[in-house]
Structures are given as C-alpha cells and as structure tokens.
C-alpha cells in the first residue's frame, strides 16, 4: 500500500536543542490508515512541513513513541519537495482560497486564479512523481499496489501515476478519497478547469466519499460535463475503456480510544449546570454566528433558561493570516460580547467563549460532561465532532446531539435532532426540545446513536474501502471490480435522444462522420485503416433513406476517403474540408493562397529528413500533411514530436495533435466546423437549423472544430477511445467504433419507421430488433 495525503502523518519540527523530531497528527485518517501502512511494509508520500530540509535524513519515532505512526520507519516516508511560494498558490490559494468554498456550496467566497490552477497542477505533478518512487521499489510482484489518494488537494495525481504505472507495466489499484462534500452540477460547472478535476479523479479505480448524495452530485457532473456514460443505480462511471466505482463510504472514529479518554477525563463542568457545547474550527463554514444567534434568540424566547444554562463555545484557530478567517474572528468577538453584555449577570454569563486549541483529553471531558452538543455547520463533509461527541457519552442519563442536515452526519446519524442552521427560529426551538427532552428519551436516541458509531468506527471504515477497491471481503475472497464495459445498447441511444430536443425529431437527419477512428478503427498505418463490411452496408442502407443525408468529413484526401468508404448517395468532404465532393458529382475546393503549396513542399522535404526515424514518418495530403509517430518508441517519442511540432511552426503552419500523430495545416479560417456549415447550407437551405436534425461524430481534436461550431444545434458524439484526457465540447463520448455502430443503428431503427423510409423500402422491418446489442 501507497497512502498519498497532502501532510504527512507527523511533522517534522525542531525541538529546543534545533534537532529534528517528528510530532504525531491526531485525526481518524492517521489512527485508522499508518498501522495497516506499518504491518503491510507500505509508504506514505505528503508534505512533512515547513521545518524540514530537503536532503536531511528524516528523523525516526522516539522509543517511547506509542501512536499509530510509531512503526512508520523514515525509509518508509517519501517527502514532497514543495517550496514557500509554490505551497501559498497550491495549498493556501487553490485548495483552501477556491476548493474549499466551492465545494462547500459557498462560490461567492471562492477565487478563481489560472496562477492558483497552475501551482496546483505542478503541486499534483510533484506528489506523482514521488509516488513512483514507491511503486519502482515495492511493484516487484504479481500482486497489485494498492495507491490510496487522499483528499481534494490531490484531485489530478491519480491520472500520472495511471500513466507512469501504464509504461512501466506496473500492477496497480488507484483509489481515491474525498473528506469534503463533492458539489452539485450547478456548482461544480463554476469552476473552469472541471473537467481536469473529473478526470483526474476518474483515473482511479474506486472514489469513495461519506455520503450518498455527494456520489450522485459526482455522477451526475461526469454525466453533464464529460458526456460519460454512467450507471447511477450502480454508482459507476465509464472511463478510459474502464468501469471507475463511486461508493458512500462514511469516515468513522477511533471509537474505544474515545471512551478510554471519557473515563479517564477529569470533571470541568459541575452536575448541577446545563452547558451547552459546540466544537469547531474558526471558518464560515461552520455556521458560528447562526449558532450565536440561535442561543441569543433562545435567552429571548424563553426567560426560563438565564443562569440555568451556558454556551461554551470552542472556536479553534484556523488560516489566521486569512483576511476572511480574521474578519469571523472579530465579528465572534463581537457577538460574544454584545450577548453577554446583554444578558450577563452578577454571577452567570451566557457564553464562555475559548478561541485555542483543547486537548483531546480535556475534550472528552467536556464531550462526556455537555447537556447537548450543538453541531450546526452551514456544509460539512461529514463532522466528526458529532461522533466524537456520542462516543463520550458514557454519563446516565446521555446528553443530547443537534446536528445540521447539511453535515454528512446529519444523513447518517439519524436518532440525532435535525435543524436548519439558516433559519434562527428553527434551530432556538430544535436547542429549547433538547434541553427539554425526557431521559428516557434521550437514553433512546443515545443508545441508538452509539451502537451506531461502535460498529461503523475508523477501522470499519478502513475495512469498507479496502473491500470496495478489491482488497478484501468478509468471505475472504477478494471482491472483484468489474473489468469489462457491458456493451452500449440500442436502449442507451434511446435514453440520449429522449434528452436531446425532448424526444422529438425534424423530418430529415443530416449525420456528419469522421472516418479514422469513427467509421473505421485506427490503425498503423492509413491504407490499413478499413471500414467493416457491416458498417459499410449500414451506411449504404441509411444513404438509400430519403430522409436520412450523411456526410463524411476526414482529415485524408477526398478521393481517398470517398475509395475507402465506397458508398453512393453522400457527401465526402476531404482534408479536413477543403476538398468536397457531393452526391451528384459537383465539387467544392476552398480557395488557398499559392504561397502554401511551395511552403508545404519545404516542410515536407525537412519532416522527412529531420524526423521521420525511428519509425516516423509523414503523410502528405497536399497542403496539409500529419506527422505519425505510434510505432516510435516510448522514451524516443517526446523528442520527435517536439521537433516536428517545431518545423511545422516555423514554415508558418498551426501544428494540432492527433492520435499519435501531429498535424500541420495552413493557418486559413476554414476547418471541420466550417465544412461542417457549409454542407448543411449547401443540402438544407439557409434555414437548414430550422429542418434538420443533426447528428455529429468524431474521435479527433479536429472534429473539435465542428463539435463546437455545431454545439446547441446538433447531438454531438466524441469517441475518446482509453485516451482518459481528452477534453472535448461533445454532449456524449463514446468509446470506440463499435458504439458508432451502434448509433447508427438506433438511426436505421428510428427513421426507418417513418412512412416515408417504409415506403422506400418496401415496408420491411429494419435489420437490428430493437432489443438487440452491439
């Protein structure tokens, strides 16, 4: 096992003397995760914090060391070298400057910085390739690695260490776990490099979050924004030619280790009074002065209640450096004091308000000793506090949990009281039940609440995870992931096309197709590239249609894709549209400046004499040519592509990137889009938007070009192969020239119901049943 995690489970400080020692992390992740680290020989990658000096030898566990990371030998921590400025704009600026609001439904609060995006790509970056010194010392064997990723900080560094692990053959699993709420599609969309985010944490085999709701905002914004195709039923999305599993998977807490402390724990709070406890960091999200508000409405609502209960109120320091932290502080300050100064009296204040750390000894006090405890953030991943609270309840009678429901514990911990932190009446008359409440039912709901927690603590919830991913099961058999993709059905296509335009269809179809990669599968070299004879016939049957038009727009020369395709009554369009052929014969050059015919001949002669080796070579299309390089070796690719990008620019041409290729094309205002539109004005009319349905399919960042140019007028389809980076404008992606095949059939089906298309021909059925599968 690899663990990632943005800190390491110590940090490395400094002690009086100016030696380096290592102080333990308290939290559930560290006491549930370093002992499995430790038996099982595993490392943990993170930053160990600003003390430390790179090269120096990490410092070993004391001998009297007794928590969880005292096995956790220093070969077995791999550092990440982050520097001052690079730490600022990753972790204070994209992680807790935009991730942290965004995710926490608050975008007002959120920055959106391309130099905080780029300090985080870099950031991600650096933890990969540390983790893949990990995986060159342990991935020795059959077994598989397990990498578990932890946390929004680290959202991109499962797709490099996917493909690191790809080259060098490498046996892994990739999961990842996310300790903050994921938000809804709505929210999500705001943040401009989405679809990165997605992405990179698709590349993982299981990601697993606390609660159900945060899974299906995942689902759905890899649905809406990738054009994937899930499975909401069964939580999974298809990605890269793989099934990636998304499972609620609640964190729990070392729950003995909280009794322990309770028992042991000194009274701070006498028998006789009623406190009141809240527990949090000092941030927005924590619904503080709501919580100060509520209490105050209360003291005003119900006289009964002054010098008879206390408010003691918790706020540990969090980014105090942070304007918005600072500016919540003062307005805490305030709060307390204009609350207390209204309702103090000579012997009793409403507020006992500690701004510090507590530690988890003293706490357990409080937890143990507190009438209620009072956990009423305004979003919260999931708040331990709550849990932390119910293990300490070891006192008869128990005291009382108020949680929000917009904590993940408000979804999970039911028996606890439920308000609304937004509405102040709300939560003053869920606080007045609980102070209220009768024993026995306070017993109840406690009882309830604690079997609960007993069962599902930390170390059960280490054990779902690795059951999830594959690891283990309570049989003891592993649990396999699925490792095929169930075939795409004419009944998906029904589900896209019910969406699109609410299900209802123009009289005529205009379906515009790549060729390589989209009719045909790609291949070594072009001349082997060969549309199946199925497809082929498909194709034909569709064109005889009359209310079905179909173009085929390719990169390759226009006579050449109109031999291979080989089918009558279409439209060929070749290089990328300049050259068009149409069904009745005419044809259609785009106008080109003579100056780029002689460049290309020079461009030519120097792709061939400079790069084409090691396997490289160029395809000459006239003014266009690509640059292929699939069968170079891997370590010899990044040099050639760059060189021949590099030619390519300076003859004065655009270089674009392709399957294992780089294109070099004029830089003309004419391209697949443009083709695109003009094809469907020269068949349809100008109102051709107004008649006709369009459909559009691509694999290729060429096919971009239309994608977006036909975006809101056409159902667009980008095949993406198990290339898991491609970002794309499409509506839906699919996965291969199979699901083309399929597409393609549904239109058969669809249109050769209509009287017209029976009549055609001759009123017989179309040739796939409507149940069938590809």
């Known amino acids: 096992m690899i663990v990632i995690s943005n800190r390491l489970p110590f940090v490395i400080q400094k002690d009086d003397k100016g030696s380096t020692i290592r102080k333990h992390s308290a939290g559930g992740l560290v006491t549930a995760v370093a002992p499995v680290v430790v038996e099982h020989n595993g490392k943990w990658v993170g930053w160990p914090g600003p003390d430390y000096d790179f090269g120096a030898p990490l410092p070993e566990s ?14 077995n921590v791999i550092p990440v070298p982050l520097s001052p400025n690079l730490y600022q704009s990753y972790y204070n600026g994209c992680c807790n400057e935009t991730f942290w609001p965004l995710f926490h439904s608050m975008p007002d609060r959120a920055v959106f910085s391309a130099d905080y995006w780029e300090a985080y790509v870099e950031a991600n970056l650096l933890f990969a390739k540390n983790t893949i010194k ?4 342990m991935c020795t064997d059959d077994e598989p690695t397990l990498v578990w990723i932890h946390d929004y900080h680290l959202m991109l560094a499962a797709h490099a260490i996917r493909e690191y692990a790809a080259k060098k053959q490498y046996k892994i699993k990739l999961g990842f776990f996310l300790h903050i709420p994921f938000p809804s599609w709505d929210l999500f969309r705001l943040f401009p490099w989405a679809d990165e985010i997605l992405q990179g944490m698709l590349a993982c085999d299981l990601v697993g979050m606390h609660i159900h709701d945060y899974c299906i905002n995942f689902i759905d914004c890899c649905n809406r924004r990738l054009g994937t195709r899930v499975d909401s039923k069964d939580m999974l999305v298809e990605h890269g030619g793989r099934y990636v599993r998304v499972a609620p998977l609640p964190i729990g807490i070392p729950f003995s280790r909280f009794v322990s402390l309770a028992k042991e724990a000194k009274r701070t709070i006498p028998e006789d009074k009623k406190v009141v406890l809240g527990v949090d960091r000092l941030d927005y999200t924590k619904g503080l002065p709501q919580r100060l508000k509520a209490f105050e409405l209360l003291l005003v609502k119900h ?9 003691l109120q918790i706020a540990v320091p969090s980014r105090t450096d942070v304007k918005e932290y600072m500016e919540l502080k003062e307005q805490m300050d305030q709060l307390v004091g204009c609350i207390n100064g209204r309702f103090s009296t000579a012997t009793w204040s409403p507020i006992r308000y500690i701004y510090g750390t507590i530690g988890q000894q003293e706490l357990a006090g409080f937890y143990r000793d507190a009438a209620i405890c009072f956990v009423t953030p305004l979003r919260d991943g999931m708040n331990l506090v709550a849990k932390e609270f119910v293990a300490c309840q070891i006192n008869s009678p128990p005291g009382v949990l108020i949680v929000s429901p917009f904590a993940g514990a408000g979804q999970n911990m039911l028996e606890a009281l439920l308000c609304n932190p937004y509405e102040l009446t709300e939560t003053m008359d869920t606080l007045h039940r609980a102070l209220t409440m009768p024993e026995d039912e306070r017993t109840l709901r406690m009882n309830y609440l604690r079997k609960r927690e007993q069962n599902q603590d930390v170390n059960f919830w280490m054990k779902s995870f690795l059951k999830a991913i594959g690891r283990l099961s309570e049989e003891g058999s592993p649990v396999v992931l699925p490792n095929s993709i169930r075939p795409l059905s004419l009944e998906d296509f029904d589900e896209y096309f019910a969406v699109f335009r609410n299900s209802t269809f123009n009289q005529k179809l205009a379906l515009l197709l790549d060729y390589d990669g989209t009719l045909a599968p790609l291949a070594p070299h072009p001349d082997l590239a060969i549309i199946p004879p199925q497809t082929k016939e498909l194709l034909q049957r569709l064109a005889n249609m009359p209310d079905v038009y179909i173009a085929v727009i390719s990169g390759r020369g226009v006579n050449n894709v109109k031999e291979m395709v080989g089918v009558d009554n279409i439209t060929y369009a070749g290089s990328h549209g300049l050259e068009i052929i149409h069904p009745d014969g005419s044809k259609f050059h785009y106008p080109m400046p003579p100056e780029y015919e002689q460049k290309a001949n020079e461009l030519l002669k120097e792709l061939q004499d400079q790069v084409c080796k090691e396997g490289a070579w160029v395809e000459s299309k006239g003014v266009y040519m690509t640059f292929h390089y699939r069968n170079v070796p891997l370590d010899a690719q990044p040099d050639l592509v760059s060189k021949a990008k590099d030619l390519i620019e300076k003859h004065g041409f655009v270089a674009s990137h392709a399957h294992a290729a780089v294109e070099g094309k004029p830089p003309i205002n004419w391209n697949k889009g443009r083709a ?4 469907l004005r020269t068949a349809f009319g100008l ?15 060429t096919d971009e070009d239309a994608i977006q140019a036909l975006k809101g007028m056409a159902l667009t389809f980008r095949i993406t192969q198990n290339d898991i980076s491609v970002k794309t404008a499409a509506d839906r992606r699919l996965t291969s020239t199979h699901c083309v095949v399929t597409l393609l059939r549904w239109v058969e089906r669809y249109f050769a119901q209509l009287p017209i298309n029976k009549q055609a021909s001759g009123s017989q059925a179309p040739s796939t049943p409507a149940n069938a599968k590809d």
């Open 676 to 679: 695109s539109i003009y094809i």
């Open 687 to 701: 109102d051709w938007s107004e008649r006709v349905t369009i459909i559009y399919a691509g694999d290729d960042t």
């Open 134 to 137: 990990g995986l060159d010392d």
């Open 303 to 311: 006289p009964e209640y002054i010098e008879k209960i206390e408010l």
């Open 62 to 75: 004391s001998p009297d060391d007794t928590t969880p990371t005292a096995g956790l030998k220093s070969s």
